[in-house]
Structures are given as structure tokens and as C-alpha cells.
């Protein structure tokens, strides 16, 4: 590139410019023509125009392309919180499952209403809700996953990005929390419903959040789109 530089730069040093000029302005009989001026005037023109169809072209093919990128992220990001929704249901429903029953002194597994329950009828149950549980769990991990591929943790994403993470992770803890609850007892020093509405709160509120700054972000991005950036 510094090569070809310095060659054009060579090049319009040594042209004579005098020449061109009485070439361009001057007839034979050494009076001024108006015709070199158009001529001059029209290739001005011609090259301003192709700059600027040029500048042109490539400012509409950065909004498209951007304005493709925004919606499969604001896709994505749908896909997501919805995904968000499936996992918190899911658990809080294993949970009431789990909160229904508890273990007696012999070992016998009880319901809400006092009667016993096989132990295998239990598992199995329990065990369907937790494929649910796993099922929607990757499906939260799967559209983070995508939502990051587009999206970087540059200034203006970041707290997008930050919004995307935390509520991945509080997913993530409560899962964990009702996995290793034991029936009868509390959670996080609650009772199981009391929880469960604690969960449904605190991921509502991550949700809302994630939405209202994925809002503001999509925002100034169709800002950008429309300048062409």
C-alpha cells in the first residue's frame, strides 16, 4: 500500500502541469476556451458521483446487514426469556412435587394427605419432572449460548451482556437449590411455596430487566442502521 502511495505521489509531482492547463484552456490561437472547464467540470462530477453511489452503496449494505443482525438477536433473545420462563416453571414444580411428600422415621414415603407412596411410583415421577427440568435447561444454555456468538462484550453491550449472564446464573443456583431439596424440610430457610414465589419474583424481575436494556441497546443500534454505521 505504501508502495503504491508513494508511486501516484511520484507521479503527480512530475506531471507539468503547465502543459495540461494550456493543453485543457488555451487554443492554437492562444486564447482562452470555456470547453476545457466543462470538461474539467464534467470529470470533477463523474468522480464525485461515483464516490459518493460508492459511499452509498456501502452505507446500505451496512444497515441491512445490521438491521439482519438485530433481529435474530432480538429473536434470540425472545427464544431466551422464554427458555428462562419453561426452567423456572419447571422447577418450581418439582419442587411442589417434592414439598408434598415426606420421609417418616421408618422410611416410609408419605403425601400431603398422610397415605403412603411407593418409593418407585415417587422416583418415577420425580424423575419425568426432571427431564423437564433438563430439557429447559438446555434450552436457557443453548440460546445464551447463541445470544453470545452475536453478541460482544464490547462498552455498549456490556450491560446486555452482564443482564444475559445473571440471569443464566441465578437459573443455574436455583437448580441446584431444588435439586438437593429434601422433602419435608425448607429452602433457604423457607418454606417450599415461599421459595418457589421468591423464584418466580426474582426471575420475572432478571427477565424485565434483560428485556428493558436489550430494548434501549436495539435502540441505538437502529440508530446506527439508519446512518448507515
Same mark, same amino acid.
Given at each position: 500500500?505504501?508502495?503504491?502511495?508513494?508511486s501516484?505521489t511520484?507521479?503527480w509531482?512530475?506531471?507539468d502541469?503547465?502543459?495540461?492547463a494550456n493543453f485543457?484552456? %488555451? *487554443?492554437?490561437?492562444?486564447?482562452?476556451?470555456?470547453?476545457g472547464?466543462?470538461?474539467?467540470f464534467a470529470?470533477v462530477?463523474?468522480f464525485?458521483?461515483?464516490?459518493w453511489? #460508492? #459511499?452509498?452503496?456501502? @452505507?446500505?449494505?451496512k444497515?441491512?446487514s445490521?438491521?439482519?443482525?438485530?433481529n435474530?438477536?432480538?429473536e !434470540?433473545?425472545?427464544?431466551y426469556?422464554i &427458555?428462562?420462563? *419453561?426452567?423456572?416453571l419447571a422447577?418450581?414444580?418439582?419442587?411442589a412435587?417434592k414439598a408434598?411428600?415426606?420421609v417418616?422415621?421408618?422410611g416410609?414415603l408419605?403425601?400431603?394427605?398422610?397415605?403412603?407412596i411407593?418409593?418407585e *411410583?415417587?422416583? +418415577?415421577e420425580?424423575t419425568?419432572?426432571n427431564?423437564v427440568v433438563?430439557?429447559? +435447561?438446555? @434450552?436457557?444454555?443453548?440460546?445464551?449460548?447463541?445470544?453470545?456468538l !452475536?453478541?460482544?462484550?464490547?462498552?455498549s453491550?456490556? &450491560?446486555?451482556?452482564k443482564? %444475559?449472564?445473571?440471569l443464566? *446464573?441465578y437459573?443455574?443456583?436455583?437448580r441446584?437449590k431444588?435439586?438437593?431439596?429434601?422433602e419435608?424440610?425448607q429452602?433457604?430457610?423457607q #418454606?417450599?411455596?415461599? !421459595?418457589a414465589?421468591?423464584?418466580?419474583?426474582?426471575i420475572?424481575n432478571?427477565?424485565?430487566?434483560?428485556t428493558?436494556?436489550?430494548r434501549?441497546y436495539?435502540k441505538?443500534e437502529?440508530?446506527?442502521?439508519?446512518?448507515?454505521?
Amino acid at each position: 500500500m505504501s508502495k503504491l502511495l508513494s508511486s501516484i505521489t511520484t507521479w503527480w509531482l512530475n506531471i507539468d502541469w503547465e502543459k495540461v492547463a494550456n493543453f485543457l484552456f %488555451i *487554443d492554437k490561437d492562444n486564447k482562452f476556451q470555456w470547453i476545457g472547464v466543462s470538461a474539467v467540470f464534467a470529470v470533477v462530477v463523474f468522480f464525485f458521483n461515483t464516490s459518493w453511489e #460508492h #459511499h452509498k452503496l456501502n @452505507a446500505e449494505i451496512k444497515s441491512k446487514s445490521r438491521i439482519q443482525w438485530m433481529n435474530t438477536v432480538r429473536e !434470540y433473545i425472545v427464544d431466551y426469556t422464554i &427458555a428462562a420462563q *419453561d426452567l423456572d416453571l419447571a422447577l418450581r414444580k418439582m419442587l411442589a412435587y417434592k414439598a408434598r411428600h415426606e420421609v417418616q422415621r421408618t422410611g416410609e414415603l408419605t403425601n400431603e394427605e398422610g397415605f403412603v407412596i411407593s418409593i418407585e *411410583d415417587y422416583e +418415577s415421577e420425580l424423575t419425568a419432572r426432571n427431564d423437564v427440568v433438563n430439557l429447559s +435447561s438446555r @434450552a436457557v444454555s443453548k440460546t445464551r449460548g447463541l445470544l453470545m456468538l !452475536y453478541i460482544t462484550n464490547s462498552k455498549s453491550e456490556r &450491560a446486555l451482556v452482564k443482564n %444475559i449472564q445473571d440471569l443464566a *446464573d441465578y437459573l443455574q443456583v436455583a437448580r441446584s437449590k431444588v435439586g438437593s431439596y429434601k422433602e419435608g424440610t425448607q429452602i433457604e430457610g423457607q #418454606h417450599p411455596n415461599d !421459595y418457589a414465589e421468591t423464584l418466580q419474583k426474582d426471575i420475572e424481575n432478571r427477565i424485565n430487566l434483560l428485556t428493558e436494556t436489550a430494548r434501549d441497546y436495539m435502540k441505538n443500534e437502529w440508530e446506527r442502521a439508519k446512518k448507515g454505521q
